[in-house]
Each structure stands twice: as structure tokens, then as C-alpha cells.
């Protein structure tokens, strides 16, 4: 089995920060993809950043998070982060971390938390 746990959601103000962290456990061989995705309200999910096992030269982003969100990685670990800067109070969203799992015993899974949400509001 594999879980996935997200923390550092919460509320502030537009222009201001947020640094969230996931971290994968349980029958982890290997992960290939750790990502962050966002749902709002009446939308659908959508991808926020991944990330390879490559590290940080290997990530892509939404072209409404460029240049101000930064997605990072510690492999040994087994943990993502999204340093959040310059919040507009359309991130506003539950977000989600993904990590794609090789197992011990050869399978893969995409593995899913349960999100945390973040709220940019004035």
C-alpha cells in the first residue's frame, strides 16, 4: 500500500506565500512522476506542476503558475513541495499531491492524497 499525505494549505492575503510538502510512504520501490494538482469549486482538477525523479531541471508548470510557483523534490525522501509566491485569489483550490509508484512487488499506481486547501483572499 501507498499513502500520500499533503500539509501547508491555509489562508492569505493576494501577494503573499505558501509552501506545501507530500510525502509518499509505505511499499515505495521507486517514484517516476511527484506532482500537484488543484480543483476549485465547479471546476475540474487540473495540473498545478510535476516533477520527474530528474529533479527541479525536469518540471513542467501551468502557464498560470509560471514564474511563480516553484516545484521541488527530495528523492531519498520521498516528498514534493510547491513554494507558492505572489498568490492571486484565483489559486484559490484544494490542492492535490500525485505521486506515480513503482512498488516492491513491480506494479505501479498513481497514488492520490486527500489535498489541502489554500485560500487567497483579502
Known amino acids: 500500500q501507498v499513502r500520500v499525505v499533503e500539509s501547508g494549505g491555509g489562508s492569505v492575503q493576494p501577494g503573499g506565500s505558501l509552501r506545501l510538502s507530500c510525502a509518499a510512504s509505505?511499499?515505495?520501490?521507486?517514484?517516476?512522476?511527484m506532482g500537484w494538482y488543484r480543483q476549485a469549486p465547479g471546476k475540474e482538477r487540473e495540473l498545478v506542476a510535476e516533477?520527474?525523479?530528474?529533479?527541479?531541471?525536469?518540471?513542467n508548470y501551468a502557464d498560470s503558475v509560471k514564474g511563480r510557483f516553484t516545484i521541488s523534490r527530495d528523492n531519498a525522501k520521498n516528498m514534493v513541495y510547491l513554494q507558492m509566491d505572489s498568490l492571486k485569489p484565483e489559486d484559490t483550490a484544494l490542492y492535490y499531491c500525485?505521486?506515480?509508484?513503482?512498488?516492491?512487488?513491480?506494479?505501479?499506481?498513481?497514488?492520490w492524497g486527500r489535498g489541502t486547501q489554500v485560500t487567497v483572499s483579502s
Open positions: 516533477v520527474t525523479s530528474g529533479g527541479s531541471g525536469n518540471a
Open positions: 500525485n505521486a506515480n509508484v513503482r512498488m516492491w512487488n513491480g506494479q505501479t499506481r498513481d497514488s
Open positions: 509505505g511499499s515505495i520501490f521507486s517514484i517516476h512522476v
